[in-house]
């Protein structure tokens, strides 16, 4: 057991079936093999997101949620850069978009990247990538893989040990 912090990145939040997946199957599943894993859809406070959501549509309302968005993004670049690695959720027709900027992201600043894709659909730019070819590049060269089971995301971790913490 590694203890090494993971940041969840992913659309999961976005429906109360992945929100279920997400917080009955893979953050249970990542903890017990030992990762302190990080959620970002928990680290913004819902009562905050209801304060916006309850003001009437107009100028006060989008200046709210700008504000807001640039609170979440801050704080979900400051949990990436605090982890040593990523797992990706890449469920869809396509990687949501915020995926991919935390892999890109990520990426850059020398993390593990470990993709999940539980999705059977055909996503890739080609037959030649699962996803993306730019997404699935930073994952690979990231020294991480894509899962195609939730299951296997823990060879896809162990190289944490490793690494020393996931630092390049």
Partial sequence: MTGARIYMAGPLGFSEAGRHFSRTVLIPFLSGLGYDVVDPWSLTDPKAVEAVQQLPEGRERREAWQRLNRQI?????????????????LDGTDVDSGTAAEIGYAF?????????????RLCGDNEGSAVNLQVEYFITESGGTIASRYEDLKAGLAS???????VR
């Fill in 160 to 166: 944490l040990d490793q690494r020393g913490g996931g």
């Fill in 108 to 120: 850059a600043r020398g993390k593990l990247i470990v993709g999940y894709r539980g999705d059977g």
């Fill in 73 to 89: 993004g801050a704080t979900n670049r400051s949990a990436i850069d605090e982890a040593q690695g990523v797992v990706a959720v």
